[in-house]
């Protein structure tokens, strides 16, 4: 029998739980890269990036060669035209730097993660063997942003509707996780996933 490399991509909209489903898949001892961290990375270091930013929406964008986050979800994020802008700039090098560590884990590992909000939106579908689509009810996911990161509504529903609907994604998803109940619950499902996929991981 001969392993079969996965490449797994964990996706869903604003509040949704991705990220903690993420970080159950790490405690079990598995890699999940993290677009959003691989992203404000290039915002903060790429030189080249940070140029074509200011020159886009202004010498505000950073405050002492560090990008003003206040001051970009200020200008940027609540609007789609600047967000698909934004996007244009940084998804190319994101996309790069996790192609190239998504091939040098599966060196040595059987199956990599990736976390990623727009995997759509991004057209990075095609990347991978699987996408994992983590979904839960829009009040819900308002909730938990207003209560971890002080969201107010206005600005949940205006980066909401910067991604493509739940519905949409959940027609084009392999998988589809419900997150509307416990962390446990959650927890549980994210194992769920992992002996499904060591399970695939196998070819006879």
Do not use: C, W
């Not at 964990?10 to 739980?17: E, L, M």
Request: glycine share 4%; charged share 30%.
């Amino acid at each position: 029998m001969s392993k079969q490399k996965i490449k797994v991509a964990i996706t869903g909209n604003i509040g949704s739980g991705k990220s903690l489903f993420s970080n159950y898949i790490e405690d079990e001892g598995f890699v999940v890269l993290k677009a959003d961290e691989i992203g404000k990375e290039i915002l903060a270091d790429d030189e080249k990036v940070k140029q074509k930013i200011i020159k886009l929406f202004g010498a505000g964008s950073y405050i002492n060669g560090k990008p003003d986050t206040k001051y970009l979800a200020q200008n940027v994020f609540s609007n789609l035209g600047k967000v698909q802008k934004i996007n244009s700039v940084i998804h190319p090098a994101v996309i790069s730097i996790i192609n190239k560590k998504m091939n040098e884990e599966l060196n040595l590992k059987p199956v990599v993660f990736v976390e990623a909000a727009l995997i759509y939106e991004a057209d990075m579908e095609e990347m991978f063997d699987f996408v994992v689509l983590i979904s839960a009810d829009e009040k819900l996911r308002m909730e938990r942003k207003k209560s971890s990161i002080s969201l107010s509504e206005e600005e949940f529903l205006k980066r909401d509707h910067n991604q493509i609907p739940d519905s949409e994604k959940r027609k084009r998803a392999d998988f589809i996780f419900e997150n509307n109940s416990t962390m446990a619950d959650l927890k549980a499902k994210a194992n769920l996933l992992l002996m499904m996929l060591q399970s695939s991981a196998v070819n006879e």
